[in-house]
């Protein structure tokens, strides 16, 4: 099954959006204060990966064959 890059890019930032918080942690436990720059592109990258998993999943399940699948009725 061939995957598009859009869907690699933004499971990629949704991973990001998981995985900032912690690592921003960690490195303000060890006194490393990453720039300020750096911590809000995390917080872009992330916000904008997990609206895009959030929109797909939306529209996959707007589709009509994905609905009859899943024992769902069709939407008028």
């Given amino acids: 099954m061939p995957v598009s890059s859009n869907l690699v890019m933004v499971n990629w930032a949704a991973v990001m959006a998981m995985w900032a918080p912690p690592y921003l942690t960690l490195l303000h436990h060890f006194r490393i204060e990453p ?18 998993i ?17 024992g769902l009725r069709p939407l008028s």
């Fill in 35 to 52: 720039p300020e720059a750096m911590q809000w592109s995390l917080v872009a990258v992330g916000v904008i990966g997990s609206i895009s």
């Fill in 54 to 70: 959030l929109y797909m999943a939306w529209r996959e399940s707007r589709r009509p064959s994905w609905r009859a699948s899943h």
